[in-house]
């Protein structure tokens, strides 16, 4: 049978959970959409217009599908069979499903499909929602999520942790989900999400961004240049035409190479805006050195003191 179509699971929790979270977003989509969210009124009062409302949702939604197929699709059943499959979906909960959930900002619209929400129409955009909606303290230090999100990171990947979460049971659960929220606070620190902005400077996410590539990096050359059995678990049947330590080399090259893609994109979009700024500081120091004339020692008219 086609590997695309065999091997999916209907695990209820994480369907019913993707029903409920999906239909509270795109009820409150709806509901902000017949407020009056329109082209001319964002332009007026500098909130998010119509076309970036059903933008975004269409991109929350995409992230939001992605993190469900890594758990209930084929991946997630060859995960608990390849080790490489298992870091594939370890990318995917990890890296590539919350970024694109923080791209989506579903914060408002979640909080507007919630039953008995009051729709808050007014500015959904601009320095003061900013302002307004600043991260609370436990997550406003981009360092310690860094940090944190690097943490977890290796930890799930020790042996004892791995192999556990080889049955698929409440361990592999506790897996995905922390992946995903640690997921999302990491990518909030970096990218933003509208409301809110980064705490950090954009040349500091850089260098958060260059050291969690350095972590990852080191983690998929102890795999890929091993030659010891790091995952004993994983040995089985299946393992007859790939051994144990090819499939943890291959592991290692997957996780090495497929969290680089969505790094660098982020990378280059951090520079690109520091760019941006050092730009506006010169251009405004100009401005300045041109309207507000330079003071002299030296006399108005030569010969008079």
């Not at 999916?8 to 959409?33: E, K, T």
């Not at 360092?143 to 990171?153: P, S």
């Not at 556990?164 to 970096?190: C, K």
Request: hydrophobic share 55%.
């Amino acid at each position: 049978m086609n590997v695309a179509t065999a091997h999916w699971s209907a695990s209820w929790p994480v369907l019913l959970g993707y029903a409920v979270i999906a239909a509270v977003h795109l009820a409150g989509l709806s509901r902000m959409l017949r407020s009056g969210t329109t082209a001319r009124k964002a332009a007026a009062d500098g909130s998010v217009g119509r076309a970036d409302l059903i933008r975004q949702a269409l991109v929350f939604q995409a992230g939001l599908l992605i993190a469900v197929l890594a758990t209930i699709s084929p991946v997630g059943y060859w995960s608990s069979v390849y080790i490489w499959v298992h870091a594939l979906q370890d990318l995917l909960l990890a890296f590539v499903a919350p970024g694109i959930i923080v791209l989506g900002a579903p914060w408002q619209p979640l909080r507007c499909g919630l039953p008995g929400a009051i729709l808050n129409a007014p500015r959904q955009g601009g320095p003061a929602a900013d302002r307004i909606a600043r991260l609370p303290w436990w997550q406003a230090s981009p360092l310690a999520v860094a940090v944190a999100f690097n943490a977890i990171w290796l930890g799930w990947h020790l042996p004892v942790l791995f192999d556990l979460t080889r049955a698929r049971g409440p361990v592999a659960a506790a897996e995905y989900a922390i992946y995903l929220g640690i997921g999302i606070l990491f990518w909030l620190q970096l990218i933003g999400s509208r409301p809110s902005s980064p705490a950090a400077t954009p040349l500091r996410r850089f260098g958060l961004l260059v050291g969690t590539v350095i972590v990852s990096t080191i983690l998929g050359m102890v795999l890929v240049f091993g030659a010891g059995l790091v995952y004993p678990a994983f040995a089985g049947p299946a393992h007859h035409l790939l051994s144990v330590v090819d499939d943890q080399q291959l592991a290692g090259a997957v996780l090495w190479m497929g969290m680089l893609p969505p790094v660098i994109v982020a990378a280059v979009a951090v520079l690109l805006r520091w760019f941006d700024e050092e730009e506006s500081a010169e251009l405004s120091a100009g401005l300045d050195r041109l309207v507000i004339p330079r003071k002299t020692s030296w006399p108005s008219r030569p010969g008079r003191r």
